[in-house]
């Protein structure tokens, strides 16, 4: 089986500082993992996916997310948070050693960054 | 850029009613899923399709059935619309197993 957690129901940043956006993982294989962000009254827009390769994975708007297997981890990270980053973010799993092809996704943290 | 379009944005419906939502991706993709969006408990599949005229069932296919005709199209139908289905749907199409998945902008229904 497997699962995904986002363990934050909404973040707090100010803006120009660091942020983080938590997600951590379970499969029974090698893990297919992705991020999506989601503006007010949008549907999901893909970020940035991890399949094989670099632990660190760049992607869209200046996001960055790292591949942490020992932890069981796929954080989503950016060095200087905008205030236009405020959205609902999503991570979601697939479990790449057979199993469902269809992927599991978090329930969504909220990123307030505040001016 | 990869296009997945939705009928409606905002749909207003009365309980009972046969609603119907419709999906079409102009990229050729193979899958197309439905989802809906509620707050704290993200997205929840309802069914999935992985080719024309076949489809399988998600976590909350209860209440809904879908069509696939044609391959662009993936359609969400409400049979008798209830007030526990008012949600925002959202439909995704992707190329294969790996890939990243691509959403429409969303239609929220209220069933009245």
């Known amino acids: 089986a497997q699962s995904v957690a986002q363990p934050e129901d909404q973040v707090n940043v100010a803006e120009g500082n660091p942020l983080t956006v938590k997600c951590t993982y379970s499969v029974s294989g090698n893990p297919y993992l992705f991020w999506y962000v989601q503006y007010p009254n949008r549907g999901l827009q893909f970020l940035l996916k991890y399949i094989t390769g670099d632990n660190l994975v760049k992607g869209s708007y200046g996001f960055e997310a790292e591949f942490n297997k020992s932890q069981t981890s796929f954080h989503l990270k950016k060095p200087s948070a905008l205030v236009s980053d405020s959205a609902l973010y999503f991570c979601a799993v697939r479990d790449g050693w057979g199993g469902s092809y269809i992927p599991t996704f978090g329930r969504g943290t909220s990123l307030i960054v505040h001016p | 850029d990869v296009k997945v379009t939705q009928s409606s944005r905002y749909l207003v419906k009365r309980t009972g009613e046969k609603v119907f939502l419709e999906c079409v991706q102009d990229?050729?993709?193979?899958?197309m899923f439905w989802y809906r969006q509620d707050p704290g408990l993200g997205l929840r599949l309802i069914y999935f399709?992985?080719?024309?005229?076949?489809?399988e069932k998600g976590d909350i296919p209860e209440g809904y059935s879908v069509s696939r005709e044609k391959k662009e199209r993936f359609s969400l139908i409400l049979e008798s619309a209830s007030t526990n289905q008012t949600s925002m749907y959202l439909c995704?199409?992707?190329?294969?197993?790996?890939?990243?998945?691509?959403f429409g902008p969303g239609t929220r229904l209220t069933v009245l």
């Open positions: 399709s992985y080719d024309v005229k076949m489809k």
């Open positions: 995704a199409s992707n190329l294969g197993q790996g890939n990243e998945q691509f």
């Open positions: 990229m050729d993709h193979e899958n």
